[in-house]
Structures are given as C-alpha cells and as structure tokens.
C-alpha cells in the first residue's frame, strides 16, 4: 500500500453519463496529480494541486473538471465523456519542497475507465 | 517542449542478463532524476532516485551524465521478477512536477 487511495478500481460509463474519480492520501502530502495513461502512450498529466490550489491545467477538455476540498482529497468529476478517454486514471501525491527526496510520486492503484 | 526520451524497447533479455537503459531529458534545468518500475496493469512506484555521483541499489546501478543530459540504469544478474516497464523522470529545480518518458519494457525470460 503506498498510502494514496483510488476508487473505483474501474468504470464503465457512457458518453452521457456524469461520474466522479476519488482519490485520497493519507501521507500529509501538499501537492496531489491527476494523470491520464493510455495503451502505449506516456503517462500524460493532467492536474496540479498544491495546498489545494490547481497550479497546472495541461490543456485538458472541459469534460474533466477537478475538484481538491482539502489537502487530502482529489476528485476528477467526469462528464459527456468520449471513447477516446478510455484509459487508466492515476492520482498521486507529493510532499513538495526542495530536495529530491520531497519530489517523490507516490501513485494510487489508479482507476480503469472505459467509455463505451 | 520539456521532453524525457526512453526507448520504449521491449529488451527481451535471458534470466543472469545485465540490461543497460538510458533515458535523455531536454530541460537543463532539470536537477532531480528518478527511475520507477510499473508492472503490467500496476501503478508505477519508485524504483530508485538518481544522484549525481551514481548510485547503487543491490542489482541496480543509476547513472546521470549531466554533461549530455541523459541518465541510465543498469541492471545486473536479472530475474524474471524485473520484467516490468521502467519509467524515467526528470524534474526542474524548485518545481514539483515531474516529466515521465514512456517507459522502456522490459522483458526477462527463463
């Protein structure tokens, strides 16, 4: 267990259903991610939180909205999704600071979506 | 772009094989290096953080080349339990987000 909680573990929706990805840490970390990974592709990201505040939109859709109430939590709120977006969601978590050691990527199991 | 380059491979090597990786990143400003492992269907997870002067972990080695802006890992005796995708990662100084390559397979066989 690496601390950082991801559910579901996997999702069938359709292009017009509504559906929320949760992830939790319980690590006191400050910075929380959002990545996307695709069949053959690099893990790309999507989201930056750092005590709380989004810092990095990496030119995601609109149908991806992140929510972060608190240090500990991330939601990834789905919408209108495409089968394109069929992948695996990771979540992670870092302390965040200066040094390499605060930089570390700590990943939850990450959840499988499937957009039919 | 701020780019991390890997072969994706895969290197299918024989159980006892040494298997040397490199990875090249694009940004200069880069200062923290780090290797992940992710099995198939996995979350990826730390395999070993890359110093400047090399570092050993049992059977791995990290190397980072600042001069060419390329790190490596090497790994010695391999096991079928080392079959898996390892990630390379830089990172800017005074940034906390990482850039992954796409990883580099690897595959070890009886």
């Known amino acids: 267990e690496t601390g950082v909680t991801q559910t579901p573990r996997h999702l069938v929706m359709g292009m017009t259903n509504k559906k929320s990805l949760k992830c939790e840490q319980h690590?006191?970390?400050?910075?929380m991610y959002w990545y996307k990974q695709s069949a053959k592709k690099p893990l790309e990201l999507m989201f930056v939180?750092?005590?709380?505040?989004?810092?990095e939109n990496n030119s995601v859709p609109s149908r991806f909205s992140p929510e972060c109430p608190n240090s500990s939590h991330l939601f990834l709120h789905l919408h209108t999704l495409q089968p394109e977006d069929s992948a695996l969601y990771l979540c992670?978590?870092?302390?965040?600071?200066?040094?390499?050691?605060?930089?570390?990527?700590?990943f939850g199991a990450g959840t499988r979506l499937s957009v039919l | 772009r701020k780019e991390v380059e890997q072969d994706p491979g895969p290197f299918n090597v024989p159980e006892g094989a040494t298997v040397a990786f490199n990875c090249t990143y694009s940004?200069?400003?880069?200062?923290?290096f780090f290797w992940y492992r992710q099995d198939c269907r996995k979350e990826p997870k730390l395999l070993m953080s890359?110093?400047?002067s090399g570092n050993e972990d049992g059977r791995f080695t990290a190397q980072l080349n600042r001069a060419s802006q390329y790190i490596s890992l090497l790994i010695r005796d391999s096991k079928l339990s080392d079959s898996a995708t390892y990630l390379c990662?830089?990172?800017?100084?005074?940034?906390?987000?990482?850039?992954f390559g796409r990883g580099t397979s690897l595959i070890v066989h009886p």
């Open positions: 890359v110093y400047s």
């Open positions: 992670a978590s870092s302390q965040d600071g200066p040094g390499a050691a605060k930089n570390i990527q700590y």
């Open positions: 940004n200069s400003a880069s200062q923290s």
């Open positions: 939180y750092n005590f709380k505040e989004q810092t």
């Open positions: 690590l006191g970390h400050n910075a």
């Open positions: 990662v830089a990172q800017s100084g005074g940034s906390y987000i990482p850039t």
